[in-house]
């Protein structure tokens, strides 16, 4: 079992920046941290994720080059650093815990299958 807690989101300007954290508790083996997101009458989509044994990423195509997921093994917390934020970018951002194959799946297919889900927090770029 693991509870997901998401912190950090907030009103941001254009080509500005925010950190979201993801704080985890309880124990599952060799799982991963996604993080995903939904704007309004959209339909939700992967942004990211990290194996947590080995700290290995995975990017969506729409994220590469501007944000970067990292985690702290040791505060149990998966941070995802987000730069040049652009208005498409506002939507409310979830993480997610499963099996490494799970996530990734998320990510990268769309396909939402895991167990455990944090509450979210808002992200909004707007001049």
């Known amino acids: 079992q693991l509870q997901l807690v998401e912190s950090g989101g907030g009103l941001v300007q254009p080509g500005g920046s925010l950190r979201l954290s993801c704080a985890v508790s309880?124990?599952?083996?060799?799982?991963?941290i996604g993080w995903f997101r939904q704007a309004p009458g959209k339909e939700r989509e992967g942004v990211s994720c990290?194996?947590?044994?080995?700290?290995?990423?995975y990017y969506a195509d729409s994220v590469k080059g501007r944000f970067t997921i990292t985690r702290d093994n040791a505060k149990n917390t998966v941070y995802l650093q987000m730069n040049s934020l652009k208005p498409e970018d506002t939507a409310v951002y979830y993480c997610?815990?499963?099996?490494?194959?799970?996530?990734?799946?998320?990510?990268?297919?769309?396909?939402?299958?895991?167990?455990?889900w944090g509450k979210g927090t808002l992200v909004t770029v707007s001049s």
């Open positions: 997610a815990a499963g099996p490494l194959e799970t996530v990734v799946a998320g990510i990268l297919y769309g396909k939402y299958g895991m167990d455990y």
């Open positions: 309880g124990f599952m083996p060799d799982y991963a």
């Open positions: 990290i194996n947590i044994s080995d700290g290995t990423p």
